[in-house]
């Protein structure tokens, strides 16, 4: 099983990571429009590698069986894998390439308050619950946290629902 889970999990991860750098390096991360479609397709092209990889496990190393926390548990350490790599990415970039991200992202979301003609009291306690989110986001393990939130609930699911498909049942 480690092998299977190394060898997708760093498949999976680098599609992440490969992906973000590619778009942060053409300029297209601040699309706010478009990003979250785009970040969340990568997502869901890496854990496909999930359901591959358990059938590849059931197949080799199972004579065809496999039961479902055997599967799940394959899926729950590509995705652990897969989402330190897009984790770390994400911090290093965010320190380093792209610094000005999360001023960006509030010029842009209280624009578009603002086109969506929210009252000023609401455009105001909202840009102080981002100053707010701002300086913690500043500390490196809680951007981290805040970021596993993003990619691991996908990770998850697609592993649950990878499990559900590929299990054996047990013939009694």
Known sequence: MKKTVLTYGIASGLICAVWMAGFIAMGKFQDFENGMIYGYASMIIAFSLIFVAIHQHKKNYGNGHITFKTAFMIGFYI?????????????YCYFNVIPDF???YLAYSLEKMKADKASTVEI??????MDDFKESYKNPIFNGLITYTEILPVGLLISLISALILRTKSVR
């Open 124 to 129: 105001e306690a909202y840009a102080k619950q």
């Open 102 to 104: 999360f001023d960006n």
């Open 79 to 91: 995705t652990l894998i897969a989402s330190t790599m897009y984790v770390l990415t994400w911090l």
